[in-house]
């Protein structure tokens, strides 16, 4: 059973910047697809970004150029950037795990989620 904790949200200013992380335990990781989604308050979970094993990311329209997923095998862990943040980048984040290949940005195709961090963009 693989385990994900997320962390490093918070309260920001527009144009800042956070780095949320995403610690895994339990399986693979290397041979994990990652993901990272968010969820607006009153809004549906929304895919954010995400990155194979094999590398090759892939990122919702909205946070290209600001966002930046990459993962270290090493260390189990999966990381967001994300620059030049705004008040709509506001949200709950929530990292994302799934064993085989992942397309497009459904969440249905993860196996396992962490719990959250929470993101708070202000203008």
């Known amino acids: 059973q693989v385990q994900l904790v997320e962390s490093g949200g918070g309260l920001v200013q527009a144009g800042g910047s956070l780095r949320l992380s995403c610690a895994a335990s339990?399986?693979?990781?290397?041979?994990?697809?990652m993901g990272w989604f968010r969820q607006a308050p009153g809004k549906e979970r929304e895919f954010v970004a995400r990155?194979?094993?094999?590398?090759?990311?892939a990122y919702t329209d909205s946070v290209k150029g600001r966002f930046t997923i990459s993962r270290d095998n090493a260390k189990n862990t999966a990381y967001l950037q994300m620059d030049s943040l705004k008040p709509e980048d506001t949200g709950d984040y929530y990292c994302?795990?799934?064993?085989?290949?992942?397309?497009?940005?459904?969440?249905?195709?993860?196996?396992?989620w962490g719990q959250g961090t929470r993101v708070t963009v202000s203008s």
């Open positions: 990155i194979p094993w094999s590398g090759g990311t």
């Open positions: 339990g399986g693979a990781f290397s041979r994990y697809t």
């Open positions: 994302a795990a799934s064993p085989g290949i992942v397309r497009g940005p459904s969440p249905t195709q993860y196996n396992y």
